[in-house]
């Protein structure tokens, strides 16, 4: 079959039999543009026309960059490949094709990158930048408590309604229901200051940014128009705040996730308890938080210690 079609109707399953989310799937509608690009160039018009030295070359292909892309890292390769080796298996699964030709492509190795959080002071000084006396301030600071709070990713917030945090009020140890990745749902308990964050949006920011706005909307976070903010303006905000707080460090949207589960670890909290509050499939996912905690440990030691050096 044309790979074309195949890479159709395997975004398709993507999204109606799996689930997947938007940004998902267009992550792998990214990566298999690339593998057809690459395919067409070696003149493979069909995807059973396809070998494992061709899967191999396109590897290469992207490491070594093109007139259309530059140099991929190790890490992005291997996420195309990945996304190649599901496409290849999906077609063998549909009776597409005879055998999975990506099988046994090994992506390149790609050394182990920690992920970054921030420590203590900073992230006070972060939660504390919004101007809460102004709607927006309001907002913006229970976002960021909900964030490091929760350890919820950017995409689970934003796509919170009124009525998911409304028991909160009145149920002092409910959790608050998140859908993480393949809609896979958690419960993650809401501590004291994110609940007071909440709720001073709920009653005083809120309201104040729908005044005005066309019609009614569900969403818990919304943006001055009074429409749901997306994940690319929570992430601008993030990035704004941080500015106030004059933090120089380098902030991802995943920033105060990882803080979230780098400082519970730091304070003697079990990696499978961390695993279950992050949503990780595996605690192989989580336990890379626990080489961060290790390399703290050797800062502290090399700094405090009057014979380490």
Not at 129 to 146: H, I, K, M, N, Q
Not at 220 to 226: A, S
Request: no cysteine; glycine share 8%; charged share 25%.
């Amino acid at each position: 079959m044309a790979v074309q079609r195949v890479v159709g109707a395997f975004l398709d399953h993507l999204t109606v039999e799996r689930g997947a989310s938007e940004h998902t799937v267009a992550g792998y509608r990214r990566d298999l543009a690339r593998y057809r690009e690459f395919l067409d160039e070696w003149g493979r018009a069909d995807l059973a026309e396809v070998t494992e030295a061709d899967v191999a070359a396109f590897a290469t292909w992207l490491r070594a960059g093109s007139e259309r892309h530059p140099p991929l890292a190790p890490s992005s390769v291997a996420r195309a490949l990945s996304a190649v080796k599901s496409l290849h298996r999906f077609a063998v699964d549909d009776g597409l094709l005879a055998d999975n030709r990506a099988t046994g492509v090994s992506p390149p190795q790609a050394g182990r990158r920690l992920p970054k959080a921030l420590p203590l002071d900073q992230v006070q000084a972060l939660l504390d930048s919004p101007d809460v006396s102004t709607p927006v301030g309001l907002r913006d600071a229970a976002l960021l408590e909900l964030l490091y709070g929760t350890g919820a990713r950017i995409t689970e917030l934003v796509s919170l309604d009124v009525d998911d945090v409304t028991h909160l009020a009145h149920e002092p140890d409910a959790g608050l229901r998140l859908f993480g990745k393949g809609r896979k749902e958690r419960i993650v308990p809401v501590g004291s200051y994110a609940r007071a964050a909440l709720d001073a949006w709920l009653v005083r920011g809120r309201p104040a940014l729908l005044q005005g706005a066309r019609g009614s909307t569900p969403a818990l976070f919304v943006n001055t128009r009074g429409a749901r903010l997306s994940r690319q303006s929570a992430w601008g905000l993030l990035r704004q705040q941080a500015d106030r707080a004059g933090i120089t460090a380098e902030i991802g949207p995943h920033t105060l996730r990882h803080s979230f589960a780098t400082h519970l670890l730091d304070g003697g909290a079990d990696v499978r308890v961390v695993q279950e509050l992050l949503g990780h499939a595996s605690v192989a996912t989580t336990q890379i938080y626990t080489l961060v905690t290790v390399e703290h440990l050797r800062e502290v030691f090399l700094t405090a210690h009057p014979r380490a050096r």
